[in-house]
Nanobody, 125 residues
Framework: QVQLIESGGGLVQAGGSLTLSCAVS????????MGWFRQAPWKEREFVAG????????AYTDSVKGRFTCSRDNGKNMMYLQMNSLKPDDTAVYYC??????????????????WGRGAQVTVSS
């Protein structure tokens, strides 16, 4: 059984920073592409960022480019999302996800296999 556990969420003022972590257990971490998604109240879950199995070809949604950085440490089975210059619009529950296709970073929720339970990020204005 694969488990993904997010941590590092919280409340921050606009312009501040947070780092989310995702710990993965259960199978060989380096076999997965990894991604971050978020879901704001009354909105659909959306792709935020993702990495191939080796950390290559980082992909970001346009609204976070230049502010968020996604990284992974295959030796520690961990993925991170460094979030800078946070805005109130970034407020959401953030989820990490794993895909069994290690070279692909799909934007569609349905193409990811494993999910964490989410971490709340709230940005106050």
């Amino acid at each position: 059984q694969v488990q993904l556990i997010e941590s590092g969420g919280g409340l921050v003022q606009a312009g501040g920073s947070l780092t989310l972590s995702c710990a993965v257990s259960g199978r060989t971490f380096s076999q997965y592409a990894m991604g971050w998604f978020r879901q704001a109240p009354w909105k659909e879950r959306e792709f935020v960022a993702g990495l191939q199995w080796n950390g290559g070809n980082a992909a970001y949604t346009d609204s976070v480019k230049g502010r968020f950085t996604c990284s992974r440490d295959n030796g520690k089975n961990m993925m991170y999302l460094q979030m800078n210059s946070l805005k109130p619009d970034d407020t959401a529950v953030y989820y990490c996800a794993a895909s069994l296709f290690p070279h692909m970073i799909p934007r569609e929720v349905s193409r990811w296999t494993y999910w964490g339970r989410g971490a709340q990020v709230t940005v106050s204005s």
